[in-house]
Each structure stands twice: as structure tokens, then as C-alpha cells.
């Protein structure tokens, strides 16, 4: 009963992160269409939305390739790599969905993420340091919990959520260079209301802070749905909680980042990310939660 609570839980909050993000566009329109002029209203209404529906849109239908891509992750069959092939194909099965494309990616730093829009496409890749160092039951529920991204349709929630942030931080750089360049000095006579100006001032001083917070708000929610999904998947979340303390324990930022399959656009989709070690203390900036706390989740289960 935990683990449906849990679930509800998160959705509940991803929920409200996305209406969020939505406030924070009008609002930053708000502030554009009066910082510089009444009559950019429509002007910014419509750019934000082209903005948003073609970044979505197109990262609908790409992020997956682009993704496998910048991590250097390459596909394998059950000819080359038939342990994991079957462990995904296993799993895929008790998700009740289509078995997900498996990439692997040569480093010996253990990790695991999942991409694609819907479970029709989904991929998952793990390191070769994965296989390496978990035994099977960990193994699976490492997979397990990336399956469960993709039958949770995070994929596609996680790329919207970056789109509409993306859209928030370039409609206020733009809006910033027009009043230092004096755009909007012609609403600075005795007939602006000083409330709205201040008011439209910390909206496009601090709508991208709280969108990144929003967003990393997002990915963290994403985790604890994947953990719980997972655990009732496979029903063993101790093959998990192992996985992610060792996962936590081998965990080498220095090394990924020169090695270069992880950064900052990609580190929120693995399941531990790869540029943070030891982080305990929660952060309003952080894309995953501390694996201390994911671990103690997964024990009530």
C-alpha cells in the first residue's frame, strides 16, 4: 500500500510543478509586454508559444538519439551482450511493456539511464562498470527502475519540463539585453505604475531561478516514483537500495566529466548522477534526492 501512496504522491507533485512552470510563463510575458511595451503583448504571447510548442516538439522526437549520442552509449543485441539482454527482456516482461533497445557505454564508473517518448521506443543503457560490479538481483533492479521511467512516461514529462524552462530563461535573457540597451525607457515616464514595474523587475530577475528550481523539482520527484514503481515491478527493492548504495560508493565525477559521457545537460537522467558524490543535504538545485533517503524509502516497502 506504500508503494501506490508513493506513486500517487509524486504524480500529485509533478503535477504541480508543470502548473507552475505555466504560471511562470504568463507571468514572465506580463513582465516583458510591460518593461517594454504595452503594445509586445501579443507579439511575446505568440513567440513564447511558438517557442515552447517547437522545442517540445522536436525533442519529442529526438531527445532519445540525441541523448544515446552525447553519452557515447552504443546498441547492443543478445548476440554481444546476452546477460543484460535478457535481464531487460525479462524485466520489460514483468512491466507488461515492449522490450526497451539496450545500449551499453564503456566506462568502468558503474551507472544506468533510460530515454525514449513512450514504451514503443524506449532505451535503456547501462556502463560497463554496472555489469561488472552488481550481481543479478541488483542488476535487475537497476533496470527495473529505469523501465519504470519509461512506463511512467517520465521520459516525456523530463524533456517537456526542460523545454518550458529552456523557454522561461530566453524569453528574460532577451527582455534583460532590451532594458540594458534602453527598450524600455519609454515606460519610465510619471504614468508608470511603480508596483508593476517592480513586480515586472523580480519576475524577470527571478522566473529562471525558480524554474530551474522547479525543474530539478521535477527529476527528483521522478526518482522516488521510479524507485517505488520499480520495487512493486520486481517485488525485491533490496536489489535496488544494494545497487544504489554501491552505485553511490563507486560514483567518480572527476572522471566522468573528462571521460565525457556525463554533463550537466544529461547527468539528471541516470539513476545516480554522475557529477555529484556524497551530497546528504537535500538541495533546491539537485536533480536527484540523497541516496540515504531513496534507500530509506525503499526499506518501508
Do not use: C
Not at 181 to 209: D, E, H, T, Y
Amino acid at each position: 500500500m506504500e508503494i501506490y501512496k508513493q506513486i500517487s504522491r509524486n504524480k500529485r507533485n509533478t503535477f504541480f510543478f508543470f502548473l507552475l512552470f505555466f504560471v511562470l510563463i504568463i507571468g514572465v510575458v506580463f513582465a516583458i509586454s510591460y518593461l517594454v511595451s504595452p503594445e509586445s503583448t501579443y507579439f511575446f504571447l505568440i513567440l513564447a508559444f511558438i517557442l515552447t510548442v517547437t522545442g517540445a516538439f522536436y525533442s519529442y522526437y529526438n531527445s532519445d538519439k540525441m541523448v544515446l549520442k552525447m553519452t557515447g552509449a552504443r546498441p547492443v543485441d543478445k548476440k554481444r551482450e546476452p546477460y543484460l539482454y535478457h535481464t531487460i527482456e525479462g524485466v520489460a516482461i514483468a512491466a507488461g511493456i515492449p522490450t526497451p533497445k539496450a545500449y551499453v557505454i564503456e566506462t568502468d564508473i558503474p551507472n544506468a539511464f533510460a530515454t525514449g517518448r513512450n514504451p514503443e521506443n524506449g532505451a535503456v543503457a547501462v556502463t560497463r562498470g554496472l555489469l561488472d560490479l552488481l550481481n543479478r538481483e541488483e542488476l535487475e533492479g537497476v533496470i527495473a527502475h529505469e523501465m519504470a521511467h519509461i512506463k511512467n512516461y517520465d521520459i516525456l514529462f523530463a524533456t517537456i519540463a526542460v523545454v518550458m524552462a529552456g523557454t522561461i530563461v530566453f524569453m528574460t535573457a532577451i527582455v534583460r539585453r532590451m532594458l540594458f540597451w534602453g527598450g524600455g525607457r519609454s515606460r519610465g515616464g510619471k504614468n508608470q505604475n511603480p508596483i508593476l514595474f517592480i513586480v515586472g523587475l523580480l519576475a524577470v530577475i527571478f522566473a529562471p531561478i525558480a524554474a530551474s528550481m522547479a525543474q530539478m523539482a521535477i527529476s527528483r520527484n521522478r526518482e522516488y516514483l521510479a524507485d517505488a514503481t520499480a520495487a512493486e515491478m520486481i517485488g525485491y527493492p533490496r536489489g535496488l537500495s544494494s545497487a544504489l548504495l554501491k552505485l553511490e560508493s563507486h560514483n567518480n565525477p572527476k572522471k566522468a566529466a573528462e571521460d565525457g559521457w556525463a554533463n550537466e545537460a544529461t547527468a539528471g537522467l541516470f539513476i545516480v548522477n554522475p557529477l555529484v558524490k556524497g551530497k546528504k543535504v537535500k538541495n533546491l538545485f539537485s536533480t536527484h534526492p540523497p541516496i540515504t533517503e531513496r534507500v530509506k524509502s525503499l526499506e518501508k516497502m
